[in-house]
């Protein structure tokens, strides 16, 4: 009897997830309503099909996890490269603008250079 109930509270939820409609009594459960009983071999399957089913969910499941974390991964490794390259930005401006004013001072000497020699 205890090996009917385990049965039962391992099978309820599947049927409702599956939509298999699970007998009321354990009387219905050992005949199909004809006064025959289903055959072993059948209910092996299904048991069969059962398992195949729950160890392709957990399958997918870890695949999932295994994606999540690795999506997870990528934006962090994508956050770290966005902000080296924003320091990395603003030193090249920073390096723009030094480059800029040597360049103004550089004309400046020139042009001061130029007019000395033409005194």
């Known amino acids: ?3 009917f109930f385990r049965a039962v509270l391992i099978l309820v939820p599947l049927s409702i ?3 298999i409609a ?10 199909d ?31 999932v996890r295994k994606i999540t974390q690795k999506e997870l991964s990528i ?13 990395k930005k603003e ?5 723009s603008m030094e480059l800029e004013n040597a360049q103004m001072k550089l004309l400046a000497a020139s042009a001061e250079i130029g007019r000395l020699e033409n005194e």
């Open 33 to 63: 309503g004809r006064g025959a009983t289903p055959a072993r071999g059948e209910l092996s399957r299904k048991e069969k099909s059962l398992e195949d089913v729950r160890r392709q969910i957990k399958q997918e499941k870890q695949a």
């Open 91 to 95: 030193i090249l401006r920073k390096a």
């Open 75 to 87: 934006l962090t490794e994508l956050e770290r490269i966005n902000i080296s390259l924003a320091g």
């Open 1 to 3: 009897m205890k090996r």
């Open 17 to 19: 997830q599956t939509g």
């Open 22 to 31: 699970m007998p009321a009594t354990a009387a219905e459960s050992r005949h």
